[in-house]
């Protein structure tokens, strides 16, 4: 019996031995698979990533008019394209509006583009003494500038600083745009260039304003009507619309001649609307003004009260701080309550007339009804301000803030913009121009759709 006992003690310690080794063989072998597992999700992760290119060469484009395509999942959604998109452009998304535009057929692709004038670069080095010389250069600096544009492929570009028109018109050629260029006026040689695909629209009429001819400096201004060649939707007129190109003057202080600036450049605009049937108006350009300035609040809500504003703060540009949040403003409605006004300064009889135009005349007003393109489009809150702007549109050594825009009639409707660059990541590059941005300013693009009964399907 005692034997028995023995064996059948024995034979239990076996069966928990064996027991206990298979036991620990498995943990062995899960934390074996485990570990592969690991290491092919790292390995996939590392795949999956992409990869920014660190070579100071601007990467070449192919000739043709579409890049290549790339080899795509079989299942293609419409978040992985999205993804890609913003990949391939550094990081900037296109985002949509809330309000569904699928059923619309008729749009415009706008482009606004400050590219930093070559001589301006030269005659302001204290700007850019961050930016290795390499990155200010023109020949790699066309290259980024040609790269971005063909990746927007809007349909329209309005560019500004523009003192190399011939070099980008070759280039766009290749493109399928066309283009016509305003030089300013005086001792300066940059410009404003207006392109266009031919494919897609034909222009109807062209002009431009010499702001000095009216006591308003050197700056100048284009205003081109388009009728777009293909129109697919219902409509039984042709799809006619006016676009403006502007750079308006950028010294501070002179708020009066900014505003006369504007004030004339929306004039122009609604004549030629008038003239062609009330067609409806873009404006894009570098205003030299944040967002909630007077100036601003002049082009939103129409009208605006020279007398309860300080000239030299027309702008918003002396009180601006380029630290995130640090420039508030209110609003309630349409009704826009003024933070800048300083009444211990008084205009002058001179510089009413500049600003409306007229003698003894302080109320500005305009006659079209304008949207900013990127506050119609919700964003996010690391690349837009409390109203709907972006939070930055120009970053050098001076100033990291918004200055330009792009505006709509209410004829039409923003579909998507490009969202611009979030503040963290702008500060990590130390400023503007650099190995990925080939200019100053970060280009504003939007997609704007006809918005009437006919552009639906």
């Known amino acids: 019996m005692i034997e028995e006992r023995l064996d059948?003690?024995?034979?239990?310690?076996v069966r928990a031995k064996a027991g206990k080794n298979r036991r620990e063989r498995s943990a062995n072998t899960a934390l074996c698979g485990n570990n592969d597992s690991r290491k092919k999700r790292r390995r996939f992760a590392f795949s999956s990533e992409t990869t920014i290119p660190t070579s100071s060469e601007p990467q070449k484009l192919p000739s043709s008019k579409r890049s290549k395509p790339v080899r795509s999942p079989p299942r293609?959604?419409?978040?992985?394209?999205?993804?890609?998109?913003?990949?391939?452009?550094?990081?900037?998304?296109?985002v949509y509006s809330t309000r569904d535009c699928s059923r619309f057929i008729?749009?415009?692709?706008?482009?606004?583009?400050?590219?930093l004038g070559v001589e301006?670069?030269?005659?302001?080095?204290?700007?850019?003494?961050?930016?290795?010389?390499?990155?200010?250069?023109w020949s790699f600096r066309k290259e980024l500038i040609c790269n971005a544009i063909k990746f927007y492929n809007a349909g329209i570009l309005c560019l500004q600083e523009v003192d190399r028109f011939n070099d980008l018109d070759e280039l766009f050629q290749n493109y399928g745009y066309k283009g016509v260029y305003k030089a300013r006026t005086g001792e300066a040689n940059d410009g404003c260039a207006l392109f266009w695909i031919e494919k897609l629209f034909t222009l109807l009429h062209q002009e431009s304003?010499?702001?000095?001819?009216?006591?308003?400096?050197?700056?100048?201004?284009?205003?081109?009507v388009f009728k777009m060649n293909k129109s697919k939707s219902?409509?039984?007129?042709?799809?006619?619309?006016?676009i403006g190109n502007i750079h308006v003057l950028f010294n501070p202080n002179r708020g009066d001649i900014k505003l006369g600036q504007v004030r004339l450049f929306l004039e122009k605009a609604?004549?030629?609307?008038?003239?062609?049937?009330?067609i409806p108006v873009i404006m894009a350009g570098d205003l030299n003004s944040i967002p909630r300035s007077a100036i601003?609040?002049?082009?939103a809500s129409s009208e605006l009260d020279i007398q309860l504003h300080d000239r030299r703060k027309i702008s918003g540009q002396l009180d601006f701080s380029s630290s995130r949040g640090a420039f508030r403003f209110c609003s309630e409605g349409t009704k826009w309550s003024n933070v800048l006004a300083s009444r211990s300064f008084r205009w002058s009889g001179e510089e009413i007339r500049i600003a409306s135009g007229m003698e003894n005349v302080t109320c500005l007003q305009h006659h079209l009804k304008l949207s900013s393109a990127y506050y119609g489009v919700p964003g996010s809150c690391k690349t837009r301000d409390a109203n709907g702007e972006p939070l930055v549109t120009s970053f050098h050594s001076n100033f990291m803030g918004t200055v330009d825009y792009i505006w709509h009639s209410e004829k039409l409707a923003p579909v998507r913009v490009l969202e611009t660059l979030p503040i963290d990541a702008l500060k990590r590059t130390g400023g503007l121009p650099n190995e990925k941005w080939g200019s100053d300013h970060l280009a504003l693009v939007c997609e704007l759709a006809f918005d009437d009964e006919d552009n639906v399907t």
């Open 8 to 13: 059948e003690q024995s034979l239990m310690d």
């Open 76 to 94: 293609t959604s419409r978040k992985y394209e999205k993804r890609r998109s913003s990949e391939s452009d550094g990081h900037r998304r296109w």
């Open 106 to 115: 008729d749009k415009i692709m706008v482009a606004s583009y400050n590219i």
């Open 120 to 137: 301006n670069a030269s005659k302001h080095p204290d700007l850019y003494h961050r930016v290795p010389s390499k990155f200010m250069d």
């Open 209 to 224: 304003i010499e702001f000095q001819g009216f006591g308003l400096r050197n700056n100048v201004a284009q205003l081109c």
């Open 234 to 242: 219902r409509s039984k007129t042709s799809r006619s619309f006016v």
């Open 270 to 278: 609604h004549s030629l609307s008038q003239r062609w049937g009330n």
């Open 296 to 299: 601003y609040q002049f082009l």
